[in-house]
């Protein structure tokens, strides 16, 4: 089992200072480093951390052997290295990656070595990881709040509602801002196609910390040609993209909204595409900002959970989308464009649904010229809403119509209507 250690000039060789203990040193299952003199110096690393870390030059500055080892550890090792009184740390996270590219979690200590009596000639650093314990309590984490995304989502009400409870929990629990995007049922806009259209989010979740900044705004500007998003989005899988690179220009095009983003500190962005049968219907967007950690690769795994469960309220949210566009029109249809102009009669009419929810129904108006002296009116109030009530309607005010314009009286007419309602 091999281990690394280096002489540096004018203070001494290392491993000489071991003696009997060498043996104990490079075996322990611990990871150790030495670090020599008041610039901490890199002189050892036993075989534990050979393993862990992999080879690092020696002879440097521990920060420049270890990059991204976190600064409050640098303070640690000047005061224990200018006092010779040892210190021993919690779990931490090191900022350090492990050879797989992992973020390490040890539980560590740093006590000075040298002669009795006189300044210590370095430092010691010793640490158990405890990568493995960490990543099953973030798994465990996780886990959890995927049931609760999971009870939240089947208790709404409707699909809409269902897509506001993810938003709601996903902030603060997991980020700072959380956005779903359905996209239109023709899959054209935002998704590259010659004038794509911006798309407003479905919902949106900001958390509390960020409310002075109001919500997030809409996007606004009309692209001319494919962005970057398409490409995030072609993939289907979760992507997550630095805001400092990358969003400021190529992805937050809008600048109220790269204002906006900026402002609330963004670290980084989670971008997560709803698919169903390898089809885009959405996206869910979250953003870390402020003090929150940025997401790391090993969030994705999750996202793809959560992207799983949101599709289906995206789909059914899409599929009402549709039925209200073809609601709306079946209204529309039934309802004349403008009052028939007929001799010696003033037409008007007016038509306002009693509540919004119910702005779809079927409900008519109409007025026949049956000869030069009758006039057929007809008025059909639906009790219901949607397709279905508006097919129902629009067979009745044909029915009214061909009655009306064949001579028969109000009392034949509904008679005909009644007998055709109860068929129907």
């Known amino acids: 089992m091999s281990t690394q250690e280096a002489s540096v000039s004018g203070i001494g060789d290392f491993p000489a200072a071991l003696g009997p203990f060498r043996a104990a040193w490079d075996t322990s299952p611990a990871s150790i480093i030495a670090l020599s003199g008041p610039r901490h110096l890199l002189v050892y690393q036993n075989a534990a951390s050979l393993a862990l870390f992999g080879a690092r030059p020696l002879g440097v500055p521990v920060e420049q052997a270890f990059c991204g080892v976190l600064p409050g550890t640098l303070g640690e090792l000047d005061g224990v290295f200018a006092t010779g009184e040892p210190v021993r740390g919690d779990r931490v996270r090191a900022g350090i990656r492990d050879l797989g590219g992992g973020e390490v979690n040890l539980r560590y200590s740093i006590a000075p070595y040298g002669p009795p009596g006189v300044p210590p000639d370095g430092v010691v650093v010793t640490g158990v990881d405890l990568s493995g314990e960490a990543r099953a309590e973030v798994a465990s984490h996780w886990a959890r709040l995927l049931v609760r995304l999971t009870e939240r989502i089947n208790a709404a009400a409707d699909p809409a509602s269902a897509l506001r409870a993810l938003t709601e929990v996903l902030v603060p629990e997991l980020a700072d801002v959380a956005a779903v995007y359905v996209l239109p049922d023709d899959g054209e806009s935002g ?125 059914q949210v899409r599929q009402n989308r549709l039925q209200a566009e073809v609601s709306q029109q079946l209204q529309q249809a039934l309802l004349p464009a403008a009052p028939p102009r007929i001799p ?81």
């Open 344 to 424: 010696g009669l003033r037409v008007a009419a007016r038509y306002v649904a009693g509540a919004p929810e119910v702005d779809v129904g079927g409900d008519w108006w109409d007025v026949v010229r049956v000869d030069e002296r009758h006039v057929s009116i007809g008025v059909g109030d639906v009790s219901g809403r949607g397709v279905e009530a508006a097919i129902v309607m629009g067979q009745a005010r044909a029915a009214m119509r061909t009655a009306g314009l064949a001579g028969l009286g109000p009392a034949q007419v509904l008679g005909l209507l009644d007998r055709q309602v109860r068929d129907l």
């Open 191 to 315: 998704t590259g196609g010659p004038r794509a259209e911006p798309v407003a989010p479905e919902t949106v979740a900001v958390a509390a910390g960020l409310a002075r900044l109001g919500p997030p705004p809409t996007p606004s500007v009309v692209r001319e040609h494919p962005s970057r998003w398409d490409e995030l989005f072609a993939s289907g899988i979760p992507v997550l993209v630095p805001f400092e690179t990358e969003v400021q220009g190529e992805l937050a095009a809008d600048p109220a909204a790269r204002a906006w983003l900026a402002a609330a500190g963004a670290r980084n962005l989670a971008v997560v595409p709803l698919t169903v049968a390898g089809r885009l219907i959405g996206a869910l967007l979250l953003v870390s900002a402020g003090d929150r950690r940025p997401f790391t690769e090993a969030i994705v795994p999750f996202l793809t959970d959560v992207a799983a469960r949101a599709g289906s309220a995206v789909v």
